[in-house]
C-alpha cells in the first residue's frame, strides 16, 4: 500500500495549525472529531484550514454544501501551510442561516510562498455550518 505522508493529529495539548492560540484540544480537535460542530462560521473556516494541514479528507468533504462538494480533495504533499489570518468573520449569530469568512492562508511549496486571499460563503443546514462557496481576492 503506498500512502502519502501524513501529518500527525496534534495532541490535545498542541497548539492549534489554526492559529487562534487555544489548544488543539478544544479548539479545531472536537470539530475534527465531530464531537463539537463548528459553532460559526469562522470556527468553521478554522477547522477546514486545519483539516487542509493534516490532509482531513473526511472533515472538508462532510463540511461542504452537497451542491458544491467536489469528489474528493486531493493534498499537495509538497504544501507546507504556515499560517492562517482571519481579515474578517461576519456576526452570525444563533439565528443566522448564512455568514461570510475574509482569510489569508499562507503556505510555501518549494522555495515559493503562497497567500490565499479568499472570501468564502457559509449556511447553516438544520444545525450545521457548510462552506458553500468562496471568492479569491488580489
Ligand atoms: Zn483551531
Known sequence: MTALPHPDLPHADERCPCGR????GSCCGPVLSGEAPAR??????????????LHDEGHLLRTWAPERRPHAVTFDPDRRWIGLEIVSASDSGLLASTGSVEFVARSTIGEDDEALHERSRFRRDERRWLYVDGDVLP
Open 21 to 24: 492560540g487555544a489548544p488543539f
Open 40 to 53: 460559526t462560521p469562522e470556527a468553521l473556516m478554522r477547522s477546514r484550514y486545519t483539516a487542509y494541514v
